[in-house]
């Protein structure tokens, strides 16, 4: 007896199976699928929020000194000529940024390599190669997902039942983060 289901797939099927499905759980907060399906992704995403709550305060804040292009009230550089060329004029900025500690930035790591990029449409239709914008789901989280669980032990998710589908006969059920 094998330690996982096989879902009737070869294993680089499943395997993209599961992260799409676990990315999409965790990016939605919800997923409609079946009931074998859902206890595989079950196990997936607990471990993943489980790493996520450990590491979640497990950085440090640091100061860096950036170069940032000034621009004029149409968001356009502004260029002046140095020289007889066009050159973008930069402003000088401090930021304070979240550095990751080494365990952090392993688990980081481990987030990605399971979970799928994600990119933002907008929710009108309108212009939707333009306006779309990725979404760091390992910053999502730890910043988001992880504090939500941090006094929870284990049980990040539940399985609600609907019943059979009505094509096939296969259960159906609603997985859902807590």
């Known amino acids: 007896m094998?330690?996982?289901r096989k879902l009737g797939r070869t294993s680089?099927?499943?395997?993209a199976l599961i992260r799409n499905q676990v990315t999409n759980l965790l990016y939605h907060g919800k997923i409609r699928t079946t009931e074998s399906k859902a206890k595989e992704i079950?196990?997936?995403a607990e471990k993943l929020i489980t790493l996520a709550v450990k590491e979640k305060d497990n950085f440090s804040e640091v100061t860096v000194k950036a170069k940032v292009a000034?621009?004029?009230s149409e968001g356009k550089r502004i260029k002046e000529?140095?020289?007889g060329k066009r050159v973008t004029v930069f402003d000088d900025v401090e930021k304070t940024i979240k550095k990751d500690n080494p365990s952090r930035l392993n688990a980081r790591r481990k987030i990605l390599s399971v979970l799928y990029n994600v990119t933002e449409t907008p929710a009108d239709g309108k212009k939707k190669r333009v306006n779309t914008k990725a979404v760091?789901?390992?910053a999502k989280m730890f910043d988001e997902i992880a504090p939500k669980y941090a006094e929870r032990n284990g049980g990040y998710t539940r399985i609600i039942k609907l019943g059979a589908r009505k094509g096939d006969g296969a259960e159906e059920?609603?997985?859902e983060l807590v």
């Not at 680089?12 to 395997?15: A, G, H, L």
């Open 2 to 4: 094998s330690g996982y």
């Open 12 to 15: 680089s099927q499943r395997k």
């Open 42 to 44: 079950r196990r997936v």
């Open 70 to 72: 000034k621009k004029d």
């Open 81 to 83: 000529n140095v020289n």
């Open 136 to 138: 760091d789901m390992a």
């Open 173 to 175: 059920v609603i997985i």
